[in-house]
């Protein structure tokens, strides 16, 4: 059997008697058109190693695969196994790599077998932030990322300094990657449609990416920092260092979290790392 012949995806989800799980945060992506679309978007060669996370019933992997790539989809739900390994028969030897497991506690590194490899995936509502945050700040480093969301979940990742959807997610994806989104996609694509709208993000690393030490001192303080959005950077940065710390980074301590852009999270993190250095020294001499 080959891609071609494969049945159409409703038909197999029907054949099967499978329905989209709520608690998985499913929605099927079944139109070939969107999903060859989101392939193109991902610039992909032939070989290329590629994690897809949530393939479901394989609708976007088939698309990967007609790429040339050679894709290992992570699926926590047991009940696609034998659609996807149907799929995994119809390609060449190594082409799919099926991997039934919870993909926030998968080793990405291990199953690329050292390739930075790519991420193109849409992601499960439910763990799509959670798995961004850790492929942005994580040991491995994926070469590119072409993650679809909730529409506004995309606009957080993209969204600029002092606008209402700027806050921790933006600071950090900005901080790792070049984020843009590529592709809108209404909710009547899916099945079932769910009650919001979908977009696809295009995240490529950046070349001068932060330390692991960097990037570490980045989430602490952009937790405090807009997990108190409303209050003056004086007040939330308290716990960290207060004003000391912000003189250090040349910042305002009356400013607020949304209006200090990346960079200036940058030097509140490179401040604070040189804090903890010089309190460190102290205690040893």
Request: aromatic share 4%; proline share 6%; net charge positive.
């Amino acid at each position: 059997m080959s891609l071609e012949a494969l049945p159409p995806l409703r038909d197999a989800l029907a054949a099967h008697g499978l329905m989209a799980k709520k608690a998985f945060g499913q929605h099927f992506l079944l139109d070939l058109n969107i999903t060859r679309k989101i392939a193109r978007l991902a610039e992909l060669k032939p070989g290329d190693r590629v994690i897809e996370v949530g393939p479901g019933p394989g609708g976007l992997t088939r698309a990967l695969l007609e790429t040339g790539a050679r894709v290992t989809a992570i699926e926590k739900d047991q009940r696609f196994r034998p659609l996807l390994e149907d799929l995994a028969a119809a390609t060449a030897a190594g082409a799919l790599t099926l991997v039934f497991a919870d993909a926030l506690a998968a080793d990405e590194a291990e199953l690329m077998e050292g390739d930075p490899g790519h991420v193109v995936s849409n992601l499960p509502y439910n763990v799509g932030t959670a798995l961004l945050i850790k492929w942005l700040t994580g040991p491995w480093r994926p070469s590119s990322m072409t993650l679809m969301f909730q529409k506004e979940v995309a606009q957080r990742i993209s969204a600029a300094v002092d606008g209402d959807a700027y806050g921790r997610l933006a600071v950090i994806a900005q901080a790792t990657c070049a984020a843009q989104t590529v592709m809108d996609v209404p909710a009547r694509a899916f099945t079932p449609p769910p009650k919001v709208e979908s977009a696809v993000v295009r995240l490529t690393p950046l070349a001068d990416r932060p330390s692991p030490e960097r990037l570490d001192a980045l989430q602490k303080l952009t937790a405090a920092a807009f997990g108190q959005r409303r209050k003056m950077l004086r007040a939330s940065l308290k716990s960290l260092g207060g004003e000391a710390l912000i003189g250090a980074a040349g910042l305002d301590p009356q400013a607020r979290a949304e209006t200090v852009d990346v960079a200036g999270f940058l030097r509140l993190a490179d401040a604070w790392l040189a804090a903890r250095a010089r309190q460190a020294a102290g205690a040893v001499a």
